[in-house]
């Protein structure tokens, strides 16, 4: 997906397992690579956003720019079977129709750790081997120990009789984490590094545990069920030291603490994520966190038949956030046409959907209000979208670059909050597909780099008919050095 990156601690992150289709017919980024890579070097997953993401060995910059249209592949017995990727790298493997090895992971975990275990696959080998004991000096035996590499849980292994482990590793220069559990005793987190290839060994003392009682209240005290609370040692920190689920009274006994501050994060989808510092001591005081709601918006797409679409690209945005710095919210449905996302917060909000070359329009109008946080919806993508095509040149009449794109932003809330982009082929031609009616601002950009226009059209009218063609009649003409 692109380099390794640290979730944080309390955020939750719900991936879809199957590919967003695209518009038959869409234009291909001339830099996607196919099936003549080695699925063994490159790995993929699915992106919350639907859109499959790639890393490979000696791959161009894996993140595609914002102006870039989606890479897409296709069935080559489906020309309608066509799959987005979010990012340059393409590969036929990440697609069903594969047939061999496929290099798509099934969660963001495998794909980090796969990225890990490639990447270091050169690398020297070396022993991490250590012993668990108590506090008297006792060998613990079945003690857990999980070992991470930059946030990435790497190895997993079990003390043995004698209480020793023995884990095999790659030599890096960053430190390697290793969490060692047991019930009963204080779990103990430490540092190893291995940047020579000698076995390196380590010794492990596990004190008595401390419990920590508690309970999660919502802003009026009534208990909240199903939150997840987690305890961390600092707020930096992304692997924790113990985690439990409340209970029906909002009740909750977290295990394996020792005495010293931690810090509590509690979160459940619906609720906005908190935390609180306490000092766990033995006999100490209960603690309390308190939820607040916030906002969920869920619901089904359905195609014109009534059907549920599956991998339906949904978008939601507060209204007045246009030309703000606002994002919008971006999510995919289900195997079964469902969505559901939350934090947001009150106001007025715009949704939209898309599935291949049909979308929502006008877009739903939701309001979310305090105390009726919550909202449900029916989106029927029926409105098949339009297609501007134009040509450009430069003034100077040097030929166009690769880079170059035609992107439209809208100027209407109705339209659609994401940029319509296409590409320029090197005869300065371009089309611009699943449009929306309304007024757009046409610009030609290179990444974040904008080409003046300096003769013919700067604005796009498109109509409300569905899948209308709207021809510019005279030819975009900018200026050769583009403005950063």
């Given at each position: 997906m692109r380099p390794f990156f640290v979730l944080a601690p309390f955020a939750l992150a719900a991936l879809s397992l199957s590919a967003c289709r695209r518009t038959?017919?869409?234009?291909?980024?001339?830099?996607?690579?196919t099936a003549t890579l080695d699925p063994r070097d490159v790995r993929c997953v699915e992106r919350p956003e639907g859109c499959i993401f790639c890393e490979g060995r000696g791959a161009p910059p894996a993140m595609l720019d914002p102006e870039e249209p989606p890479s897409s592949l296709c069935d080559p017995k489906d020309s309608a079977n066509c799959f987005d990727f979010c990012s340059r790298l393409a590969p036929e493997c990440a697609t069903p129709w594969f047939h061999g090895l496929s290099c798509l992971l099934g969660s963001e975990e495998d794909f980090r750790r796969e990225i890990f275990r490639r990447d270091t696959a050169d690398r020297p080998e070396v022993l991490l081997q250590g012993r668990v004991t108590d506090d008297a000096g006792r060998r613990i035996e079945g003690a857990k120990v999980r070992v991470w590499f930059q946030g990435t849980a790497v190895a997993d292994e079990v003390s043995g009789k004698d209480g020793g482990?023995?884990?095999?590793?790659?030599?890096?220069?960053a430190p390697y984490a290793i969490r060692i559990s047991r019930p009963g005793y204080a779990t103990e987190i430490g540092e190893a590094r291995l940047d020579k290839p000698v076995p390196a060994s380590r010794s492990f003392h596990l004190g008595p545990e401390i419990t920590l009682r508690g309970r999660v209240v919502d802003v009026g005290g009534v208990p909240v069920p199903r939150v997840e609370v987690r305890a961390l040692r600092s707020p930096e920190d992304v692997i924790e030291v113990s985690a439990v689920q409340t209970g029906?009274?909002?009740?909750?006994?977290?295990t394996g603490l020792e005495n010293r501050r931690y810090i509590l994060g509690a979160s459940r989808?619906?609720?906005?994520?908190?935390s609180v510092r306490t000092v766990v001591a033995p006999a100490g005081p209960r603690v309390t966190i308190r939820l607040a709601r916030t906002g969920v918006i869920r619901g089904t797409v359905l195609d014109t038949d009534g059907e549920p679409e599956a991998n339906a690209l949904v978008v939601a945005m507060?209204?007045?956030?246009?030309?703000?710095?606002?994002?919008?919210?971006i999510w995919t449905t289900d195997a079964y046409g469902?969505?559901?996302?939350?934090?947001?917060?009150?106001?007025?909000?715009?949704l939209w959907a898309r599935h291949g070359e049909r979308l929502v329009y006008p877009p739903e109008k939701i309001d979310l209000q305090e105390g009726h946080l919550e909202a449900e919806t029916k989106l029927i993508v029926s409105h098949r979208g339009a297609r501007v095509r134009g040509r450009m040149s430069v003034s100077s009449g040097l030929l166009t670059t690769a880079e170059m794109r035609a992107v439209l932003v809208g100027r209407s809330p109705l339209a659609f909050p994401r940029k319509a982009v296409g590409e320029i082929d090197k005869g300065g031609a371009f089309t611009i597909g699943g449009v929306l009616p309304g007024r757009y601002e046409l610009s030609i950009r290179a990444g974040p780099r904008v080409f003046p226009i300096i003769s013919g059209p700067r604005e796009v009218e498109v109509p409300i008919e569905e899948g209308a063609t709207v021809d510019l009649p005279e030819t975009v003409i900018v200026r050769p050095r583009p403005e950063e």
């Open positions: 038959p017919g869409a234009p291909i980024a001339p830099d996607v690579a482990f023995r884990v095999r590793l790659r030599s890096a220069t029906d009274d909002g009740q909750f006994l977290i989808f619906g609720w906005l994520p908190a507060l209204s007045g956030g246009f030309g703000a710095a606002i994002s919008p919210i469902k969505f559901a996302q939350d934090r947001f917060g009150p106001g007025t909000y715009y």
